[in-house]
């Protein structure tokens, strides 16, 4: 069984900054990317930032920037530096993780239960 923790959202001013952290734990075999998609309220849930784990990242325009994405691979950990943060930001941050669990089974997407961000003053 796959699980992904994230970790480290919360309340914060305009212009502040949080790190978002995500670990996935479990029975894996291999992780290829990890992610970050968030879901404000009456919206769909968008595309924040992905990485591969050989580097590669990927940011959607509303946060290039601003945020970074980085992993530690060896712990299955995904992070995301949001710095200079807008109201806009604001939604629940979801962590994916596209991985192998058993020799088995095929490659899916796994998905963290959220955590939110709120940009406030």
């Known amino acids: 069984q796959v699980q992904l923790v994230e970790s480290g959202g919360g309340l914060v001013q305009p212009g502040g900054s949080l790190r978002l952290s995500c670990a996935a734990s479990g029975s894996i075999v291999s992780i290829t990317r990890m992610g970050w998609y968030r879901q404000a309220p009456g919206k769909q849930r968008e595309l924040v930032a992905t990485?591969?784990?050989?580097?590669?990242?990927n940011y959607a325009d509303s946060v290039k920037g601003r945020f970074t994405i980085s992993a530690d691979n060896p712990k299955n950990t995904v992070y995301l530096q949001m710095n200079s943060l807008k109201p806009d930001d604001t939604a629940v941050y979801y962590c994916t993780a596209f991985i192998k669990a058993r020799l088995t089974t095929p490659w899916r997407d796994y998905w963290g239960q959220g955590t939110q961000v709120t940009v406030s003053s």
């Open positions: 990485i591969l784990f050989s580097g590669t990242t």
